[in-house]
């Protein structure tokens, strides 16, 4: 259900410090207790405890006003850092990067590196790192860092599967470009007609710049979408509404159509801004042109030229996850084994649900770009892409040298990714020093 549908037909009495909300285009009003708000939306509850999220841009000045008014209050409590709902970690306690468990095969020049991933798990409290390090087509450093489980008992162990959130998009971008050089689709192929989206009731009337949408534009984040403006529906809690699901029965299916009833914050080709939705649209496409599931068709082209065996779909409850893939640290799966979501991740697929081990993600790399292009035999490639998801902190690396890298970690801060270039930045800093001894 749209936002102002339901605002026009939620008739409830005033909750416990209740103020009025309105509807900039339509005047219409509700009364309901502020909860939370980020820069693209903010989220209500109303009598009986139900909560929803409308986006800032549809509410009057005054309510924005008021919401900025709140933003500007946690910002200036030192405490609100500890209070985020998405990552509570009170109950790990690593005292020391020396006290933090590492196996796996070394390579002996990268000890200071290692020493750097340690140090950076022990100041921001983090359970499980995998690291995997390749030059030249061959797997160098192989490690695991920290504990396979919650309670930071048992050491883990290379291999192990772990979420890469974004860096899901490069192989992606491969796969799609595997459907071009097998000229089953063209980079100026209209979004709209390959997935045949005038079949589905949300089209009718949708925004008629849809039409204009390439694959091109959705691989080079220039479709329209702008979540700095309209925020990223990709996870919208109105979605199970909408279609009348529970949220884990959403499917990526149900993501792709709610997005028709969005207008685009730009004219496709317009400019860039980084977009979700865009990815779970092109692995819609790998599977309507090639007619297979994304997976699949995943493991019969880009896996098997990568050789890598692991890649597979992550789950939201860690009951139904694969054999082989590792925990993640944030409320409210630390320490339980489930993860009740308020969204569902294998509905976004395409944006950052695949898991995979570190070395096969090395082995990703070595074969393709971090843009997914194929690479030359002796062609040297620099790039990086890094990936952020409720539990994940993800990055890699190809440099020009002949090194590629990738980290994962089963924690982030909060809902931001400034940890990834923290990382990044300690990572390379041990790098640069030791880098000409990689052989």
Known sequence: MKVHAFLATLLLASPLL????????????????????????????????????????????????????????????????????????????????????????????????????????????????????????????????????????????????????????????????????????????????????????????CDERWQKVTVQHLLDHKGGWDRDVSGDFTSDREIPEMFRVKTEDQTPEHVMRYGLTKRLDFDPGERYAYCNYGYILLVRIIEKVSGQKFMDYLHATVCKEAKTLSFSLSSTDARDRQSGETWYCYAPEYPRKTVPLPFRTEARDGAGILACTAADYCRFLESYSVIGNARRPGGRYRGAFSGSHPGVSAICSQREDGINYAIICNRREGSKSEWNEELRKAVDAALAKVAADMK
């Open 18 to 205: 209740a103020r009025p909300w309105t509807e900039a285009a339509s005047g219409r009003k509700i009364e309901a207790e502020y909860v939370s708000a980020d820069a693209q939306s903010v989220t209500l509850s109303v009598k009986g405890g139900k909560t929803f999220k409308i986006e800032l841009a549809r509410l009057s000045a005054e309510d924005k006003a008021f919401v900025r008014q709140k933003l500007s209050a946690v910002r200036a409590t030192p405490a609100a850092k500890a209070t985020r709902i998405e990552d509570r970690f009170e109950d790990i306690q690593i005292k020391a990067a020396g006290d933090i468990s590492v196996s796996g095969e070394a390579h002996p020049a990268l000890g200071s590196v290692d020493d750097a991933v340690r140090a950076f798990m022990a100041e921001k409290g983090i359970g499980a790192v995998t690291f995997a390090l390749s030059k030249d087509g061959k797997l160098l450093h192989d490690r695991a860092f920290g504990w396979a489980d919650a309670d930071l008992k048992t050491p883990l162990q290379p291999g192990v599967k772990m979420r890469v959130a974004s860096m899901t998009k490069p192989v992606v971008m491969a796969a799609i470009k595997t459907l071009f050089d097998a000229g089953k689709l063209k980079p100026e192929d209209i979004a709209f007609k390959v997935l045949d989206l005038g079949q589905y009731k949300e089209s009718k009337g």
